[in-house]
């Protein structure tokens, strides 16, 4: 719970205390990351690092025998300097990053697959409420490190493996992309065990091949969703809302109530488990949990992961069982 509170404080500070910052310049950020070198990679599988942590109750599994690969971008927590975009040698940036979004979030997938997380020029959270282009363009420029990290990625790691993605937030804005420029297609869609897109809005024609998964047991597809607390209607013009949404808890489009005793993941040490309530509506996703401190907020978007961890650490055993089963 410390480390979640860390996070909201963070964020709060960042929108409260948001700088003048110059037009956006691609000559006056730092330096590109070279994805050949292992230090610009966040997390790597056969290394200890922060994607290696589980649940006390559970037993790690090696790497050697996870038969499938998770690509994880991260979620914006660069909040103050000089430039639009990140430095990706900021070791104290980096060390946030790993004990936040990797430990909270890409770790949900350590159990199935080998985590690779690129560093990448990340644009300052002030690129989401700025009104005069820059934080566009800054958004693209990260976008761009993202994709040649999958492209190296690509060509010299996967070696023909199945792949799942995994974003938040900036992340997602980034991922949603990268499926674009390389899943939709039928090639790379059978490559594709799921795309775990979240808390950032993708909308129905977004992809021409690519489709939100209709079933817990779906692959070649992806999910998203964004949390509100129930009966919330938030301005549709939220960058949270994109008119597609897959509920966490049934893994449905519908909008029935989904109901669970979710593992809710505020420390790594013990499951947490709190009664939650999910339903759709008007491809929103309502959210009613018991949770103590997160229960009163109208945006769920800090918790889009937490909320659901243990429901999408078994949702990605399923789905990684269905797809090899289905290509033995």
Request: glycine letters at 4%; aromatic letters at 14%.
């Amino acid at each position: 719970m410390k480390n979640t509170l860390l996070l909201i404080a963070i964020l709060f500070y960042s929108f409260t205390h948001a700088q003048i910052m110059p037009p956006f310049n691609a000559n006056d950020q730092p330096a590109a990351p070279d994805y050949s070198k292992e230090q610009n990679w966040l997390t790597l599988p056969f290394r200890v690092d922060g994607a290696d942590v589980i649940p006390k109750s559970e037993k790690w599994i090696s790497d050697s025998a996870k038969a499938v690969d998770v690509f994880y971008i991260y979620p914006t927590l660069y909040d103050k300097g000089a430039t639009w975009c990140a430095d990706v040698n900021d070791q104290d940036l980096n060390k946030r990053l790993s004990k936040l979004p990797v430990k909270f979030q890409a770790t949900t997938f350590n159990h199935v697959g080998r985590v690779y997380t690129p560093l990448y020029r990340q644009g300052k959270i002030q690129c989401f409420e700025d009104t005069t282009g820059n934080g566009a363009l800054a958004l693209d420029f990260a976008y761009q490190d993202v994709k040649r990290a999958f492209e190296y990625y690509l060509k010299n790691y996967n070696n023909g493996r199945p792949i799942i993605i995994a974003s938040h937030s900036q992340g997602t804005r980034h991922s949603r992309q990268l499926l674009k420029d390389f899943f939709d297609n039928k090639e790379m869609k059978e490559k594709l065990v799921c795309a775990y897109a979240i808390g950032y809005g993708i909308y129905p024609d977004a992809y021409e091949v690519l489709k939100p998964c209709p079933a817990a047991e779906a692959t070649n597809c992806y999910v998203t969703w964004a949390a509100f607390k129930d009966k919330f209607v938030p301005n549709e013009d939220t960058l949270l809302y994109g008119r597609v949404c897959v509920n966490p808890i049934s893994w449905k489009m519908d909008t029935l109530v989904a109901e669970a005793n979710c593992g809710v993941l505020l420390t790594l040490s013990k499951t947490k488990p709190f009664r939650t309530k999910a339903r759709i509506k008007n491809n929103y996703l309502w959210v009613k949990t018991s949770l103590p401190f997160v229960q009163g907020w109208k945006v769920m978007h800090l918790v889009d992961f937490n909320l659901f961890w243990y429901e999408i650490r078994k949702n990605a055993s399923l789905r990684v069982a269905e797809y090899l089963k289905t290509r033995n």
